[in-house]
């Protein structure tokens, strides 16, 4: 019998718990003397959770850890000779018995997986069964125990309306989890990492090369992991040759839709912005990589300029640029409306037309939102990939020339975790460490950002 | 308004007269330029819709070429003594098509290499299916080469020399006989929408990827979409003013704004890594991207949850509805348009994400449609980032193609999110 199977009766028990509380509490007396806390189905809803909670708690408990604690066992019982070396090998082994009892490989390819076949089935049916016993034997304990104290007096409702409390408590913890799981994991591959380089030549370092560390005492002395020049690319990239695209024409769009378009104009053009914003970040990178490139290098070859690359920071970032106007627009859409209809209203009354009203009273007074809304806008870029990844290049260059190829930290991070190579590497261990100071930059930026945004809304109110 | 400060202001002067018209010139240039930085990006949109279209709708037809088969059972290898149906059926499924193909070709084409390598797979299937082809004649329309293929849509500039069109002298000279005795022709493609990926590109097809994004998806949603309106709701209707509750909104926030490739590591480190979990599975990728889309969804829930008028709530609570059936009967069914919209644009977000899952490794080379959440998979995004990878001249128009039927899922699912709305939107 298997684990989902025990689960199916679980689920039956549960049921017949809920329906037989019921049906003992509806055949409860009711009349001036006698006085029920709760209705019917709330004392089913208590005896089906009590039967189902605590067991499926447990089976889910084992479909976590059952696997790995069935590995070690079955481990332990092959002989001294037999058994894996820890590490990538013990993982293929276990991947290949697994394989071989789930019926997915016909038969495994080292003869020791095969031996542990049959051991590891024998384990994994004992534990299946003694953990799918206590599941049914728990549930009917609870089960039980509640529809034999189903009575009048029992605050069933409250109980219930508790249980769901919990639940949903429990639910919204998830995002704490995440962010501590998204901080801890970065820390810890990153410490790693800080043990094997010295953080200060990371941070300040400007010479890139993790290819050439292939064995981990050549770390420390090759000096290959300065991340100067990936710092400058992404900030090249994302916040200069980007923002440069992207500040005036989603400005100026956010500007001409809120304050100069009829309404009917709106209808259709707001709607091709968010279609903008809409679409993927590979389809940009393929964009950028297939036509925008070689339009870029063809164009300074035609200006004389013979060493264009055809992987340019110009083209990654002028992409990048275009994606990010929908943001900004909506950013400034956001900060000038909220601007009091007074000002605007004063500067008309003084004769000044819309355009002088826009350029010194409603941008200087929007200014900080608009602020804020760049370098939300600008955590945006920095923390973008795929185009990068496929029109920026890998080569990390060191260069205010928006012609050449340089590499950013998120391009370094897929670069460096997407090809064959151990997980415990320097070079693994890197992609963290960029991804821990991304990750800083970027909560820092929004933080900021949103306290700016956030004031300025308040100083209107 | 004649008079300003001391000095008498002469409106009708012809000075003044000129200083209106540059003021109202300056208006009109600041409105253009405003009109300009729209048509920028919307003729930007079209651009980019343009050439990808142009490019890839050659990805939806291919070449076939005519062949009479004959499907004699000694080339095949099959034996005449596999009389019982089954055997028969494993018979043709192991019998090789190749040498059949080939020498076919050979015969008819003048040259076997016209023919696509893997063209006998459809044939086979062809047989599978109907075993009582074998010792028959037919005629029949196989895939292409690649070079056929771009020869029949045209692609061959034949302006450049000879040696520069990337297609040999010999074989355009094929395809010129070959389009005089019809036995080639441009037909749709439905291996690219039936097949998996392949390394030949007149055989890859997005039918493998399509299916691992609908399996990441389901995982995606049905992880995000419950938690999100979980915590949604316990945000608005029960967390008292804490710490605990601050913390979880700040989270929350910042989750929402943290770069996509950050989820990446996060399930690289956790979910393979410590968990260790199968990598390049869509139960992984789903798991991955559903951190990434509960933020999204929290905050659009609990606009929408915000948004229902108070009266519904206080009356629902003063006829005697319990918090969870004020929750459950009253709020949720009027809140849930905005709350479907918010999942709707949170799920085309992680349908369009390519960066966390290759991180986890979801860019292997999967030529088998997956069968479960647990194997190894890909999606359309990163189908794409590996085909625009790639040097073939057929996968450009592949990746283009894949492109379109990505951004076709898309933009229909943010119609259906902007439909549910403007439909279901009530002001109260």
């Known amino acids: 019998m298997s684990l989902g199977a025990f689960a199916l009766v679980l689920l039956a028990l549960a049921t017949l718990s809920y329906v037989a509380a019921r049906a003992r509490a509806r055949a409860f007396k009711v009349d001036s003397h006698h006085h029920v806390h709760s209705r019917p189905s709330y004392h089913g809803l208590r005896a089906g959770l009590t039967a189902l909670v605590p067991a499926g708690l447990l089976i889910l408990a084992w479909g976590i850890v059952g696997d790995g604690v069935v590995a070690e066992q079955t481990l332990s019982q092959l002989p001294e000779a037999s058994r894996p070396a820890p590490g990538l090998d013990k993982q293929a082994f276990l991947n290949e018995v697994r394989g071989v009892v789930s019926g997915e490989l016909p038969a495994a390819f080292r003869p020791a997986a095969n031996e542990a076949v049959p051991i590891y089935r024998s384990t994994q049916q004992s534990w299946t069964l003694l953990i ?52 801890l994991s970065l820390l810890y591959e990153s410490l790693e990492f800080f043990s094997r380089v010295n953080p200060l030549e990371f941070i300040f370092g400007t010479q890139w090369s993790p290819q050439t560390a292939i064995r981990a005492d050549q770390v420390g002395s090759s000096g290959a992991f300065g991340a100067v020049p990936l710092f400058w690319g992404t900030i090249f990239i994302g916040a200069i040759i980007a923002m440069l695209v992207a500040i005036p024409l989603g400005l100026m769009a956010a ?130 990939t795929m185009i990068v990844v496929m029109a920026a290049g890998q080569a990390a260059n060191l260069t205010a020339n928006p012609l050449e190829s340089v590499t950013t ?21 890197s992609a963290f460490a960029l991804g821990l100071v991304l990750f800083i930059v970027t909560l820092m930026l929004n933080i900021y950002a949103l306290t700016v945004v956030k004031r300025y809304r308040e100083a209107y109110e | 308004m004649s008079q300003s400060g001391t000095r008498k202001l002469d409106w009708q002067s012809k000075e003044m007269q000129a200083r209106v018209r540059r003021r109202y010139v300056r208006e009109r240039r600041f409105r253009r330029v405003g009109l300009g930085a729209v048509i920028i990006a919307a003729s930007f949109l079209a651009f980019l819709l343009f050439t990808i279209t142009s490019n890839g709708i050659g990805g939806f037809r291919r070449a076939e070429l005519a062949l009479d088969l004959n499907y004699d059972p000694a080339i095949l290898g099959i034996q005449a003594s596999d009389s019982s149906e089954e055997a028969a059926a494993t018979a ?56 056929m293929d771009i020869l029949a849509k045209g692609q061959v500039d034949f302006d450049l020399a000879p040696d520069r069109r ?200 999967v030529s088998d449609v997956p069968e479960g959440v647990t194997e190894p998979a890909t999606v359309l995004p990163v189908q794409i980032f590996l085909w625009s990878d790639e040097v073939g001249r057929g996968f450009v128009e592949k990746t283009s193609a894949a492109i379109m039927v990505l951004l076709t899922v898309l933009l229909s699912m943010n119609a259906v999110a902007i439909y549910l709305r403007n439909k279901f939107e009530r002001r109260w």
């Not at chain 1, 304990?141 to 508790?162: H, K, N, S």
């Not at chain 2, 062809?126 to 009582?132: A, C, G, L």
């Not at chain 2, 074998?134 to 690649?146: E, S």
């Open chain 1, 409 to 429: 930290v998120t391009a370094q991070i897929v670069q460096l975790l997407t090809g064959d190579q151990e997980f415990d590497s320097a070079k693994t261990l």
């Open chain 2, 92 to 147: 043709v499924s192991r019998a090789d098509f190749r040498p059949l193909l080939a020498s076919a070709a050979q015969a008819q084409l003048g040259d076997s290499s016209l023919v696509s390598e893997g063209a006998w797979l459809a044939v086979r299937d062809q047989v599978v299916e109907d075993p009582s082809l074998i010792g028959t004649t037919q005629r029949v329309w196989v895939v292409g080469a690649p070079n």
């Open chain 1, 132 to 183: 799918g016993g206590l599941a049914v034997l728990l549930a009917l304990i609870g089960g039980g125990y509640a529809w034999l104290r189903t009575a009048p007096d029992v605050r069933a409702r409250t109980q219930v309306e508790m249980f769901a409390t919990v639940v949903l408590a429990l639910a919204s913890l998830i995002a704490i989890l995440t962010t501590l799981g998204i901080v």
């Open chain 1, 255 to 384: 500007i001409y839709l809120t304050q100069y378009a009829r309404s009917s104009t709106r209808k259709i053009l707001k709607p091709l912005l968010e279609i903008l914003a809409g679409v993927p970040t590979v389809v940009y990178g393929y964009f950028a990589a297939l036509t925008v490139a070689p339009a870029v290098r063809d164009l300074a070859i035609s200006v004389g300029i013979e060493s264009a690359s055809s992987e340019s920071a110009l083209a990654a970032g002028s992409v990048m640029g275009i994606m990010i106007i929908p943001f900004i627009s909506s950013m400034a859409d956001d900060a000038l409306s909220s601007v009091p209809g007074a000002m605007r209203d004063g500067s008309f009354a003084l004769g000044a037309t819309s355009s002088e009203t826009i350029k010194r009273v409603l941008v200087p007074a929007a200014l900080p939102g608009i602020v804020g809304g760049v370098l939300l806008a600008i955590s945006r870029a920095i923390g973008e």
């Open chain 2, 166 to 365: 990337g297609v040999s002298t010999a074989t355009v000279a094929a395809y010129r006989t070959l389009r005089e005795e019809g036995r080639i022709r441009l037909a749709f493609n439905s291996g690219f929408l039936t097949q998996a990926d392949s390394t030949n590109s007149e055989l890859a097809g997005i039918w493998g990827a399509l299916i691992g994004s609908i399996l990441t998806m389901a995982i995606t949603l049905g992880i995000s979409f419950p938690l999100g309106v979980m915590t949604a709701v316990y945000l608005e209707e029960y967390a008292p003013k804490n710490k605990l509750t601050d913390i979880i909104e700040v989270s929350i926030n910042n989750l929402a704004a943290v770069p996509s490739i950050i989820f990446g590591l996060l399930g690289l480190a956790v979910f393979l890594n410590t968990f260790g979990m199968q990598r390049s599975a869509p139960v992984v990728g789903g798991l991955t991207l559903a951190l990434m889309t509960l933020p999204v969804i929290v905050i659009s829930s609990r606009v929408a949850l915000k948004s229902v008028p108070p009266s519904i709530r206080d009356a629902a609570l003063g006829i005697g509805a319990s918090r969870l059936q004020v929750i459950l009967h009253h709020l949720i069914p009027v809140a849930l348009p905005g709350i479907l919209t918010g999942t709707i644009i949170g799920l085309s977000r992680a349908l369009g994400e390519t960066a966390p899952l290759l991180l986890i490794g979801m860019r292997a080379f």
